[in-house]
Each structure stands twice: as structure tokens, then as C-alpha cells.
Nanobody, 123 residues
């Protein structure tokens, strides 16, 4: 079992920045591929960025490429998402997730999920 707890969401103006954190406990954090996903009401949960076990391999959704940065500190069992140049369309509940796979963009490949943190970007 892996427990994931996100934090850092909030209300920010367009063009601003936020940093999300995801604290992991339970199994060895470095054994899991990690990802950030987001969801808005009435829409499917979509991948934002995913990261391999070691953190070396990363894949970003086109919509966030160049604005968001994922990082992980395996010593602290924490995953981060730095979000810059935020847009109103980034408004969503953001989830971190863990998979036993090396890395995946498919939400169905993720066995563990956090409770989510709300990010709201005002125009």
C-alpha cells in the first residue's frame, strides 16, 4: 500500500504560480512511477505529467509543456509539481498517483491515488 497526500492548491491569478506537493508513505517511493493528473467537473481525469521510478524520464501533456515542472525527492518521499504561467483553463482538482509500472500516461495503470487538491486560476 502507498498513501498519497497532496497539498499546495489554492486560488491564484492568471500568470501566477503554485507548487503542489505529494507526500507518500507506505512502500518504497522510489519503486513507483509517479504522475500528476487533473479533473474538472463533467470531464475525464487527464494526465498532466508523469515521471519514472528514478525521475530521469518525464512526459508532459502538450497543454502544460514549458509551464509545469515535475520533480521528485526520493529521500523525502515527495513528488512536486511547479506550475508557472497559470491559465484559467488549468483550473481543476489535481491528483498525484503511483504506479508499479516504470511510467505510464494511462490513469488506469495507477494503483494509488491521493485525495486531490483544488487549483483555481482566476482571469
Amino acid at each position: 500500500q502507498v498513501q498519497l497526500v497532496e497539498s499546495g492548491g489554492g486560488l491564484v491569478q492568471a500568470g501566477g504560480s503554485l507548487r503542489l506537493s505529494c507526500a507518500a508513505s507506505g512502500r518504497t517511493f522510489s519503486n513507483y512511477g509517479m504522475g500528476w493528473f487533473r479533473q474538472t467537473p463533467g470531464k475525464e481525469r487527464e494526465f498532466v505529467v508523469v515521471n519514472s521510478w528514478s525521475g530521469v524520464n518525464t512526459l508532459y501533456a502538450d497543454s502544460v509543456k514549458g509551464r509545469f515542472t515535475i520533480s521528485r525527492d526520493n529521500a523525502k518521499n515527495t513528488l512536486y509539481l511547479q506550475m508557472n504561467s497559470l491559465k484559467p483553463e488549468d483550473t481543476a482538482v489535481y491528483y498525484c498517483a503511483a504506479t508499479r509500472r516504470f511510467m505510464s500516461v494511462r490513469k488506469t495503470d495507477y494503483e494509488y491515488w491521493g485525495q486531490g487538491t483544488q487549483v483555481t486560476v482566476s482571469s
